[in-house]
């Protein structure tokens, strides 16, 4: 597609509950990040991919949170044993090396009950 | 710690009129400052950006910035506000450890008047 795409766009989970949220970058973008917006804030960095290494976990807040992104393009999200406070948008970014401008997609909006 | 402040959480102005969004950060070093906007239902677009050089920046849909080093801002400015800039709006600055790692303010949504 032309844009970063992420799906789903809804979630509803229960509270423990395990979920994925997955990101589609623009072809060819080899960096690739994640986001988390809570309502009434800005986005805050999560964790930034470049290939399929992840060059900067620093921003997941605990060892529920990892992400993967095993052939360098898909990236997916994942969040064990949520909680209430796991609830937000997560977004998703992707570059080029040459253009550095981040793409951003439109956000999976996850909420936990 | 780097930071970014957006002191107006909300800002209303009239169609036509003249728009200036506040942003205040903290860096140690030379900052890369962003400004986004993020419209219902739409993701983050970037406005425009500086990285160094002319302290104006030109940015897209008429929006222009202004970097003063002294006062540590970027502001955001507009000459004449159309209904369609009715969203909210994010100062970033981009932290250390990569361009994309970006430090984004709290926001101002901003409101149109007809």
């Known amino acids: 597609g032309a844009g970063v795409s992420q799906t789903p766009s809804n979630k509803v989970t229960e509270k423990g509950k395990y979920v994925e949220l997955r990101c589609d970058p623009i072809?060819?973008?080899?960096?690739l990040y994640w986001y988390r917006q809570s309502l009434g804030q800005g986005p805050e960095f999560l964790i930034y991919f470049q290939g399929t290494g992840a060059a900067d976990d620093s921003g997941l807040p605990n060892d529920r949170f990892f992400a993967v992104r095993p052939e360098g393009s898909v990236s997916t999200l994942k969040i064990q044993r949520t909680e209430r406070g796991d609830s937000a948008v997560y977004l998703c970014?992707?570059?080029?090396?040459?253009?550095?401008?981040?793409?951003f997609g439109q956000g999976t909006r996850l909420t936990v009950v | 710690a780097q930071s970014v402040t957006q002191p107006d959480i909300h800002i209303t102005v009239s169609e036509g009129a003249s728009l200036e969004l506040r942003c205040n950060y903290s860096y140690g070093a030379t900052p890369y400052l962003f400004w986004y906007v993020q419209s219902p239902g739409q993701g983050l677009q970037l406005l425009l950006k500086y990285f160094s050089g002319d302290t104006l920046v030109q940015g897209i849909k008429g929006f222009e910035a202004e970097f003063k080093r002294s006062q540590s801002s970027f502001n955001l400015r507009k000459p004449s506000v159309h209904w369609s800039d009715a969203a909210e709006y994010f100062c970033a600055v981009g932290a250390t450890g990569g361009y994309n790692k970006l430090i984004f303010g709290a926001g101002t949504r901003l409101a149109v008047h007809p």
């Open positions: 970014a992707s570059s080029s090396r040459t253009n550095t401008e981040a793409f």
């Open positions: 072809s060819g973008h080899t960096a």
